[in-house]
């Protein structure tokens, strides 16, 4: 079943027959969307949605790189993920779990959820919502969280979930940018075993923006002591109750926005990047249903993503629902209250498709085998991972300690821009390699390409692009049409730029390097390099700071910090490792608790060119504990050594 091929060759893991003989996917996918071209995306999109008005128009690329796709049909995206379900006989069938960190749990069906969904509509109605305003979603991982991006969804309001774990001034400024009308939220969640506060972040975000915040919709979640404003603040459970379970969709055009969801980029300033509704969903549903092999009758999926990213909108919130999958959601942390306690989850409601990050994996490998080895793991079927480039070592360890090693695995590549999975392997199809995401699903074109834009041969480094508009794809930053043109499409004229290096092997399969702009990725979390460096010199003893992405065994990366100090914070001569601790703890305020730098370095200068631009590179070599590079571009030819230095004596 698996090979070993020639030994300059990767070891390779070819499908088993059991799993090829019963997989969504067939070889005949690849042939299909070569032949059928845009009319392969409009048989998904009619075969895997229901159209309240179906479409006649599959593409629009008149107006390059503004696409539409399906414009003249209508749809709802709610009705799609939950109602239509009910309608086909299947409201019995759990589409929820949801798991909470103390182990209180909770399970909706689809009836269930129709329910809860539509008394959520009629209460943000009543609350003033309608059609195209803004949501501002800031939740910990609880049903509510779901429901109320589907509640959004049906009204046709456009969520823009903000990571629960982002600080008050992030999301302040995300609320701004997107003139949110309403923002719900939780009193709390429960953290490594304690009950942590949401809501003061709301408070403090609107009391130095949010103007156009009318009223903050609060779930009690752990029922602790937050501050309520009368007249603003509204309960959630208040709001529910009072509301009926009748709510008729809107009905939606293809092209009306689904969601904004913030992004970091190469500036401070994050991107709201806005997907739209009927493309969306085409792609969020084809690849839940290819890639993770759905049955909906008898699989339990579980992503262990947030809502917060991408995987959560895409992968948890609208792909499994669209399917009429069941699926656990889990509000807390892997190793809360034990190291065991993904595993426990498995083992409980018997979880067949798992998807998840290799940072998370990694952490569970250095946890140890035994901990696995505790639970019956043996229901799971196939597994997947995603955010960052998974090593050979723990895609291993992963298919043999929790996949019995015979689940496929899929390493899936995609970014919140492109909205849904872009390359993966097929399972039941593909022969899968450890370490590459493979080849782009059928009806996705990629490249790699130069800097001229040219596609390079095998073997070689170069650009990650996609040469083909894609149903899911962004359709621009909210907001900022000139930005979308700029980031994205002035590159490589025609063909999106993804930000990511990349090269194909001598098998033609994509292995993806990681970015090449100013953007690290921490355990699968984007984080922009000037956005650190802005909230590092805003403490008040930091006069300069560059930050690099030094590579990191569990991470992928992690944040090192360059500062220089201030001159009174040099004068004051304070004791320096508690000054880079409140230094770290500055950015974890500014910015959350995912930015702050691994470690901050006090050093005397920083490496810059004549023209004054910061050399990372170098810094990146110092972080990473290599010989210094050439340095023959710097202003001050002596600033590295200065460095190296400073920290050898620290
Ligand atoms: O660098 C790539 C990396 O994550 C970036 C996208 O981040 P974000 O928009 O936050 O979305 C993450 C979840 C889809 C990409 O530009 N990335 C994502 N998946 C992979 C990956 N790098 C390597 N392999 C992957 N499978």
Redesign the pocket.
Known sequence: MSQDSNSTKQRTYAPSQEFASQANATADLYTQAEEQGEEFWANQARDLLSWSTPFNSVLDWSNPPFAKWFEDGKLNAAYNAVDRHVEAGNGDRVALHFEGEPGDSKSYTYSELKDEVSKAANAMESLGVSKGDRVAVYMPMIAEAVITMLACARIGAIHSVVFGGFSADALRSRIDDGEAKLVVTADGSYRRGKPTQLKPAVDEALSKGGKSVKHVLVVKRNGSDVPFENGRDVWWHEALEAASTEHTPSEQGAEDPLFILY?SGTTGKPKGILHTTGGYLTQAAYTHKNVFDLKPETDVYWCTADVG???GHTYIAYGPLLNGATQVIYEGTPDSPHRGRFWEIVQKYGVTILYTSPTAIRTMMKWGEEIPAEFDLSSLRLLG?????INPEAWTWFRKYIGAEKCPIV???????TGAIMISPLPGVTETKPGS?QIPLPGIAVDVVDDAGTSLPNETDGFLVVRKPWPSMLRTIWGDDDRFVNTYWAQFGDKYF???GAKRDADGDVW?L??VDDVM?VS?H?LSTPEIESALVSHPSVAEAAVVGAADETTGQAVFAFVILSDHATTEARDETELSEEIRAHVGKEISPIAKPKKVLIVPELPKTRSGKIMRRLLKDVAEDRPVGDVSTLADQTVMQQIVDSLGTK
Do not use: S
């Open positions: 992004t990213w991408v995987t991972t995603v955010g960052e480039a390493d899936t590549w995609w970014q919140t821009e995401a993804a930000g990511d993806i990681g970015r990725n699968g984007r």
